[in-house]
């Protein structure tokens, strides 16, 4: 009778009898390959299993994301050079009249320097807001005749009244008097005794102020 006893690492004994001895071999060897893996390495003292394969599972290498924040938005550019909007004053425009040497002082009515008047008169023109070269002619003598007292306007006068509208000029303020004058528009008249004067009538006001 032939005994083979086996120590495993975890303190586990394993014993095998034949009475052959080479039988013996082939029955050890087949028992050592079959072995589950678990009984051939050395039991852990002091540390809990279950623990162990529960950290295993925590640390799976999966990074928790982290919580969205909004990246702050860059203040606003400011522009360090603002450039004005608001447009020329009539009395302005009229004190650069008079210091052009081109034109004389005589060449604008007086009633043409008044603060009052120049901010009534402006505001009409943007109320009205008229397009049309003829159009924006009878609102101009209209809006002079009203807010400065003038008789009438003529071309001259006209030129300094679309600068104080902010409105583009014609090529030719006295062709575009006459063309409101025809009798096909009938949207301004001529006023006797005053050469190249031009005052709006009841029509023209009609056709060109709300």
């Not at 505001?123 to 009438?152: I, Q, S, W, Y």
Request: net charge positive.
């Amino acid at each position: 009778m032939v005994k083979v006893s086996i120590s495993l690492p975890n303190n586990t004994q394993i014993t095998f009898e034949s009475e052959e001895a080479e039988v013996l071999h082939e029955i050890v060897a087949l028992a050592l390959r079959d072995l589950p893996r678990d009984l051939m390495l050395p039991s852990t003292s002091g540390v809990d299993r279950s623990s162990t394969e529960k950290g295993n599972e925590n640390s799976s290498g999966v990074i928790p994301a982290a919580p969205f924040t909004e990246p702050p938005h860059p203040p606003a550019a400011r522009d360090t050079n603002p450039q004005p909007k608001r447009k020329p004053v009539a009395r302005d425009l009229a004190m650069k009249a008079i210091s052009n040497p081109n034109t004389s002082s005589g060449s604008l009515p007086p009633p043409f320097f008044s603060n009052s008047g120049c901010a009534a008169f402006e505001a009409f023109c943007l109320k009205a807001n008229p397009l049309g070269d003829m159009r924006r002619v009878v609102v101009a003598a209209e809006g002079a005749t009203r807010h400065f007292g003038v008789d009438g306007v003529n071309a001259t006068e006209l030129a300094w009244l679309f600068d104080a509208a902010g409105w583009r000029r014609p090529s030719n303020f006295t062709q575009t008097l006459r063309n409101a004058a025809r009798s096909k528009f009938g949207w301004l008249e001529r006023i006797p005794g005053r050469s190249g004067r031009y005052a709006a009538t009841p029509l023209g006001v009609s056709k060109t102020i709300p």
